[in-house]
Structures are given as C-alpha cells and as structure tokens.
C-alpha cells in the first residue's frame, strides 16, 4: 500500500507563490503518473497538473503558465511550484499516483488564497 503526503498549504495573498511537496511512501516508477488534483467547496475534483517520464508534464487549462509541477524520482517527490495564485486557486490540494490499475490518495492540504 503506497502512502503519500503532501506539504506546503497554507493561507497567501493573490498574487503570491507556494510550493506544494508530495512524498510517497515508497518507491514509484517514473513511467507511473504522478500529480496533484485539487477540489474546492461544492466543485469536482479536477486535475491541476500531472507528470511522467515519457508524457512529460500536463497542467490544467486554469493553470498553465502559473504552475509547474516537477518530479524527483530518487526521492519518490512530486513538486508543485504555484505562482500569481488568484481566489479561484483556493482548494483542497491532493496528491495523486496511479501504479498499475491503482489509484493512490494523499490526505490533502489547504490552498487558501484571501486578502
């Protein structure tokens, strides 16, 4: 059973940055994606950005240009770099791997975007 857990959240200004760190419990192939989902209150869960060795980085259209995700693979981490963060990036931020047929969760840290 793969565990991840996230890092960084935290409450910042619009237009400010954040960084998000994901760890897995173990290791993870490179050709596994690896990424982060957020959900906000009364929205789906929607992709935020995902990465794999072969695929490169992907990122939701909401986000391009603002966020890079990046991964270490010889320390089983997905980074998040967000910056020029607006209200609308406030969520739950999840991290993500999917390994074979399986779906693995971190418990979320809060995005918390306010003036």
């Known amino acids: 059973q793969i565990q991840l857990v996230e890092s960084g959240g935290g409450v910042v200004q619009p237009g400010e940055s954040l960084t998000l760190s994901c760890t897995a419990s173990?290791?993870?192939?490179?050709?596994?994606?690896m990424g982060w989902y957020r959900e906000a209150p009364g929205q789906r869960r929607e992709l935020v950005a995902s990465?794999?060795?072969?695929?490169?980085?992907m990122y939701g259209e909401s986000v391009k240009g603002r966020f890079t995700i990046t991964r270490d693979n010889a320390k089983n981490t997905v980074h998040l770099q967000m910056s020029s963060l607006k209200p609308e990036d406030a969520a739950v931020y999840y991290c993500n791997a999917e390994v074979g047929f399986q779906q693995y969760w971190g418990p979320g840290t809060q995005v918390t975007v306010s003036t």
């Open positions: 173990q290791e993870i192939l490179s050709s596994a994606p």
């Open positions: 990465i794999m060795s072969g695929a490169g980085a």
